[in-house]
């Protein structure tokens, strides 16, 4: 394993969830065999010809087992690295929320020449230790692969048009979500009310966005939240639904099932 400052590059996912990789966002390319991993509650097979992404927070990634003859050329790159890196364009807060849902992509067999040439023109740029502009020129190889990316979503998923505006407003709200306001907060018109905009404004962005309502991505954040939480044997039912603010041990059972689908005396079975 070959290292810098912001970028590392692996022929393995197993270290996908050590804590040295976790504000690092991980790119990886299968080129054969496959391999199965659960994340955010939901079972993934990763194989030959897919180009994955997962940003950062690896850990939630369990459950990995790689097939004997398993490929895999995995790049990990720091956020502040992605940061200067990517591309001035607005697509990126789509694809980021898409691959929160799935973070594979499946490649034609064009696409997969792409993603192997980016690969390695980043590799090679690494190994350039005594170029004069390396930082520079690392810079521009992660920037030609994340506009590949950008490119092999679009294809999948289209390309409608996000403003600057709409951008900003997703940003806001998603960072609201990630800083766990949702534990406490799971009404749209609280976020709407500190984003300056009305609940229907906030969800038909949320839509154009990311093609989910924002009512969506906050009950998505909770469940996965509540999720994980159950499954720690340390904390009680009680400690959970407090944590939540729920208004009884009741409530918070009948959220569980209603959205995770199961009681919580069914996580710790």
């Given at each position: 394993m070959k290292a810098i400052q912001h970028i590392i590059v692996d022929n393995t996912l197993k270290r996908i969830g050590d804590a040295e990789f976790a504000h690092y966002l991980c790119h990886a390319y299968c080129s054969g065999g496959y391999c199965?991993?659960?994340?955010?509650?939901?079972?993934?097979?990763?194989?030959?010809?897919?180009?994955?992404?997962?940003?950062?927070?690896?850990?939630?990634?369990?459950?990995?087992?790689?097939?004997?003859?398993?490929?895999?050329?995995?790049?990990?790159?720091?956020?502040?690295?992605?940061?200067?890196?990517?591309p001035q364009s607005n697509y990126g807060m789509r694809g980021h929320l898409s691959l929160f849902q799935n973070p594979i992509m499946k490649l034609?067999?064009?696409?997969?020449?792409?993603?192997?040439?980016?690969?390695?023109?980043?590799?090679?740029?690494?190994?350039?230790?005594?170029?004069?502009?390396?930082?520079?020129?690392?810079?521009?190889?992660?920037?030609?692969?994340?506009?590949?990316?950008?490119?092999?979503?679009?294809?999948?998923y289209g390309t409608d048009k996000i403003s600057s505006q709409q951008h900003q407003l997703m940003e806001q709200f998603i960072e609201m979500l990630e800083r766990g306001d949702f534990r406490r907060n799971r009404d749209i018109s609280y976020y709407a009310d500190n984003l300056c905009v009305t609940p229907k404004y906030l969800s038909e962005v949320s839509k154009k966005v990311s093609g989910m309502p924002a009512a969506f991505w906050i009950t998505r954040y909770a469940s996965l939240d509540i999720s994980r939480l159950l499954r720690d044997r340390r904390l009680s039912f009680t400690d959970i639904s407090d944590m939540f603010g729920f208004s009884s041990l009741s409530h918070f059972s009948r959220y569980v099932l209603t959205n995770l689908g199961a009681k919580p005396s069914d996580f710790r079975e």
């Open positions: 199965t991993f659960e994340r955010n509650g939901q079972d993934y097979r990763f194989e030959a010809g897919d180009c994955m992404i997962v940003p950062r927070r690896g850990d939630l990634v369990k459950n990995l087992c790689e097939s004997d003859d398993f490929k895999v050329d995995v790049i990990y790159v720091t956020q502040k690295f992605i940061e200067i890196s990517t034609t067999a064009e696409q997969q020449e792409v993603c192997r040439h980016n690969f390695e023109a980043v590799k090679h740029r690494l190994m350039q230790t005594g170029h004069c502009f390396r930082h520079d020129a690392l810079r521009n190889a992660v920037e030609c692969m994340i506009i590949d990316f950008f490119d092999f979503h679009a294809q999948l």
